[in-house]
Nanobody, 119 residues
Framework: QVQLVESGGGLVQPGGSLKLSCAAS?????????MAWYRQAPGKQRELVAR???????NYADSVKGRFTISRDNAKNTVYLQMNSLKAEDTAVYYC????????????WGQGTQVTVSS
């Protein structure tokens, strides 16, 4: 059974930075999986923020392009999300997951990590 554990969230002022981590455990071949970060704001649907494939190629939602960077450490089965120039609208619970080639989440969701951007 795959388990995802997100961490690194917190309260940050507008313009600040945070780095999120997501560790995957279980019988997985992490290095060849497409991994992604999602977020869900109160009252809104979960949305895809960024994804990274096994070769390191990345894609971002327009709302975070140029501010967020997704990366991975296959030796640690971990994916990261560096978030800079944070805005109030980035406030959400952030989750990671493996995604399919059609960008569908494939593993059980973790508990997520809360990011709050507020002065």
């Amino acid at each position: 059974q795959v388990q995802l554990v997100e961490s690194g969230g917190g309260l940050v002022q507008p313009g600040g930075s945070l780095k999120l981590s997501c560790a995957a455990s279980g019988s997985i071949f992490f290095s060849n999986k497409i991994m992604a970060w999602y977020r869900q704001a109160p009252g809104k649907q979960r949305e895809l923020v960024a994804r990274i494939n096994s070769g390191g190629s990345t894609n971002y939602a327009d709302s975070v392009k140029g501010r967020f960077t997704i990366s991975r450490d296959n030796a640690k089965n971990t994916v990261y999300l560096q978030m800079n120039s944070l805005k109030a609208e980035d406030t959400a619970v952030y989750y990671c997951n493996r995604v399919s080639l059609t960008i569908q989440p494939m593993w059980p969701w973790g508990q997520g990590t809360q990011v709050t951007v507020s002065s």
